[in-house]
């Protein structure tokens, strides 16, 4: 059983909007650094957003200005707000928590490192919901 669940992926045109979710199980303490990854086929699995235990947020820099982060650690929810989509954001897309070792949360929205890797600085992951996004 996955202390992480992602919903909310689906397929939208170009310049459609979708907002992602993802609750983490009672038995998972709070992190203080949650982020979003996507990983399109071929390609590695990049940040996408992170935020810190007080909610602030960092992007990466193709989703800057169209996607924003937000955490309900009341209802254990992270979530995806993504407007403006694009076919290049078709992906899928994970929710996972920050390693507590790593002491830069902000970084890990910059990161990018193939499957294999995905434990090296991050503690857990979701299944992942996939986003399509059609031109």
């Known amino acids: 059983q996955s202390h992480l669940v992602e919903t909310g992926g689906g397929s939208v045109q170009s310049g459609g909007s979708l907002t992602l979710s993802c609750v983490w199980s009672?038995?998972?303490?709070?992190?203080?650094?949650m982020a979003w990854f996507r990983q399109a086929p071929g390609k590695e699995r990049e940040g996408v957003a992170v935020?810190?235990?007080?909610?602030?947020?960092t992007y990466a820099g193709p989703v800057k200005g169209r996607f924003t982060i937000s955490r309900d650690n009341t209802n254990r929810t992270l979530y995806l707000q993504m407007n403006d989509l694009q076919f290049e954001d078709t992906a899928m897309y994970y929710c996972?928590?920050?390693?507590?070792?790593?002491?830069?949360?902000?970084?890990?929205?910059?990161?990018?490192?193939?499957?294999?890797?995905?434990?090296?600085?991050?503690?857990?992951w979701g299944r992942g919901t996939r986003v399509n996004i059609s031109s």
């Open positions: 935020t810190d235990s007080i909610g602030t947020p």
């Open positions: 009672e038995e998972f303490f709070n992190r203080d650094c």
């Open positions: 996972a928590s920050v390693d507590p070792e790593v002491t830069d949360c902000a970084s890990v929205a910059g990161l990018s490192f193939d499957e294999s890797q995905r434990y090296r600085f991050m503690e857990y």
